[in-house]
């Protein structure tokens, strides 16, 4: 009888036979065989998303309760909810299921200004902007990638949302996952913010060959792409989502492109100052009239986009999970933050000084870094360092990590547009309480950067915005 060996298995990166292993490898790539895999991968994309989707395949928003609508969004008790939509049958009444009242965020809304007309003075039925002035333009940005920053974006932009604001979210990412949980379909790079940046561009270009006209020079040229990106209209590009509050200028692959050919045309025109385009486009437009909040999802690298982001933001918010690579990834990261903006700084401001023209100055109301995906069992230490480190540059609140992320994620949502009756009770309130404190200390920040602002005009004696 054979006798079993004392020693233990080899581990099994040991022992290995080269002739099975070159069985398994298949035959070689060549390049047409990544077309075939991306095709089954759009397959399965469109399969996955559906499932979050109607079975018309475009997504829908879930009513709410009137449990969640008095405990999240409007401050009043469930049974004065009751009494007012009994005593007010004009008011939305929701639709039956299970024996309670669901509402869509429409009527949601509704009810908020029903309240902020006829309820109490004293309580905070709308969200605070002051008046008159302009919508905070919030970047999500760090160049580490699978820090968060979709995540993020998408939630503080459905928190805001069920807040109460006006919301756009505008997709830098040429991955597009913003633009998937927002249910946005783009065709082409023309639906993106691509055509915004060219016709900045183009702008730059007449005006400089105005001047080169009068000097008697040879015009620059205005290509296809240039001249249809004039016709383009920025309103054109805004798409309406599933959530009545919150629009959306997407992305998709081609956006990429605007990489390329950014340094391109900055090297045809010195003088185009390219990270001004997506600002300019902002600023013009009417946008920041028409919203209270711009959130920029951004590319996980400090690219043209990115930079364009940086510089028409007023807030940035920059998320890293609690590990060692991703703390020294964000250090780097603010560290080419700061020489990319002082060198343009340097860069333009020597000439500016000679002609006599105002200098260029970048200039943030807040920056802060967000810590995500946070274990406390496993990374309380780490994180303890990190925050001593960047001290008022982080957040107090440390994201926790949450099962309801990954569940929602499955159907193609985020969990604001979780249904509760579809969890424990307990993993909802945990996930939710998650994404609703990183959304207060948000909030926090954006009503103090406006505050300042309005004190700011009020000591200048203004009316409007300078």
Not at 102 to 113: A, G, H, N, S, W
Not at 174 to 199: H, K, M, N
Not at 242 to 263: K, M, R, S, T
Not at 373 to 379: K, V
């Amino acid at each position: 009888m054979a006798r079993k060996s004392d020693s233990p298995p080899l581990p099994p990166h040991l022992g290995m036979d080269p002739a099975k292993t070159a069985e398994k490898l298949g035959p070689p790539v060549d390049s047409a065989r990544f077309a075939k895999a991306a095709a089954f991968c759009t397959r399965g994309r469109e399969d996955l998303a559906r499932r979050g989707y109607a079975p018309d395949g475009t997504k829908r928003l879930r009513r709410f309760s009137i449990w969640e609508i008095t405990r999240y969004m409007i401050p009043v008790a469930a049974a004065h909810l009751r009494r007012v939509l009994n005593a007010n049958p004009a008011l939305p009444q929701g639709v039956a299921e299970g024996g309670s009242r669901y509402f869509t965020l429409e009527e949601v809304l509704t009810l908020r200004d029903h309240f902020a007309r006829e309820g109490s003075a004293t309580k905070p039925y709308r969200p605070w902007r002051p008046e008159g002035l302009p919508a905070k333009v919030v970047a999500i940005a760090n160049f580490k990638g699978g820090s968060g920053k979709t995540t993020t974006c998408a939630h503080l932009a459905m928190a805001a949302a069920l807040d109460g604001y006006r919301v756009l979210a505008i997709d830098l990412d040429s991955q597009g996952s913003l633009t998937s949980l927002f249910g946005g379909r783009i065709e082409d790079e023309w639906q993106t913010v691509f055509p915004l940046i060219a016709r900045d561009y183009a702008e730059a270009v007449q005006a400089e060959n105005v001047v080169r006209a009068a000097q008697g020079a040879a015009p620059l040229p205005l290509d296809e792409t240039l001249t249809e990106a004039l016709q383009v209209s920025p309103r054109n590009l805004i798409r309406k989502t599933h959530w009545p509050n919150v629009d959306l200028i997407g992305a998709q692959l081609n956006l990429y492109w605007a990489e390329f050919q950014i340094p391109v045309w900055r090297m045809a025109l010195r003088g185009w100052p390219l990270w001004d385009a997506l600002g300019n486009f902002l600023q013009k437009s009417g946008v920041l009239e028409d919203y209270d909040i711009v959130f920029l999802d951004t590319p996980p690298a400090l690219g043209y986009l990115t930079i364009n982001s940086l510089a028409a933001a007023d807030i940035l918010l920059v998320p890293l999970g609690a590990s060692f690579l991703e703390f020294d990834s964000t250090g780097r990261f603010f560290d080419m933050l700061y020489s990319t903006f002082a060198s343009i700084e340097e860069g333009e401001n020597a000439g500016r000084r000679i002609a006599g023209l105002p200098e260029v100055r970048f200039e943030w109301d807040v920056v802060r870094a967000i810590i995500t995906r946070f274990d406390a069992a496993q990374q309380t230490d780490l994180a303890n360092v990190i925050q001593a480190y960047f001290g008022d540059f982080m957040n107090a609140y440390r994201q926790e990590v949450t099962a309801l992320v990954g569940q929602a994620g499955e159907q193609v949502n985020g969990i604001y547009e979780a249904d509760p009756r579809d969890f424990n009770r307990e993993t909802y309130l945990r996930g939710r309480e998650a994404f609703d404190r990183t959304y207060a200390e948000f909030k926090e920040l954006l009503l103090g950067a406006w505050w300042r602002d309005d004190q700011e005009r009020k000591a200048h004696g203004q009316t409007t915005p300078a």
